[in-house]
């Protein structure tokens, strides 16, 4: 799964900057891999609801995961901008939800 995500992060500014185009590029190729007799096409939403249900696809969290922990290693494998912002967020959430500042109120 790294060198997946790290090949798709490494290919494409694209996969760097969102995780849903990351995760449908994935998940699109979960599906050709099941049906790689098939025609993809053919693959309705609820077959793919499905596959994801059962867990025949790659898990949202752990590829993403892997994409952070990648562009915190990489910075080649980032892009700037949307990493920054990223990190902006990641401060908020945590001093909204520090223990420290639970007993503050917040707007």
């Known amino acids: ?3 997946r995500v790290k090949k798709l992060l490494a290919e494409n500014v694209k996969y ?3 995780d849903l185009t990351l995760m449908a590029r994935i998940w699109f190729d979960d599906l050709k891999a099941i049906h790689y007799t098939g025609d993809i096409e ?3 939403a ?3 609801l499905n596959y994801l249900v059962d867990g025949h696809l790659t898990h949202w969290e752990s590829a993403t995961r ?6 915190a290693k990489h910075k080649e494998l980032r892009d700037e901008e949307t990493y920054k912002g990223r990190k902006e967020e990641e401060a908020k959430w945590k001093d909204r939800f520090s223990p420290m500042s639970m007993n503050e ?3």
């Open 1 to 3: 799964m790294r060198n």
């Open 66 to 71: 892997i994409r952070r922990k990648l562009q």
């Open 105 to 107: 109120p917040h707007l």
């Open 42 to 44: 053919a693959v309705t």
């Open 46 to 48: 609820v077959h793919f």
């Open 16 to 18: 760097q900057k969102s």
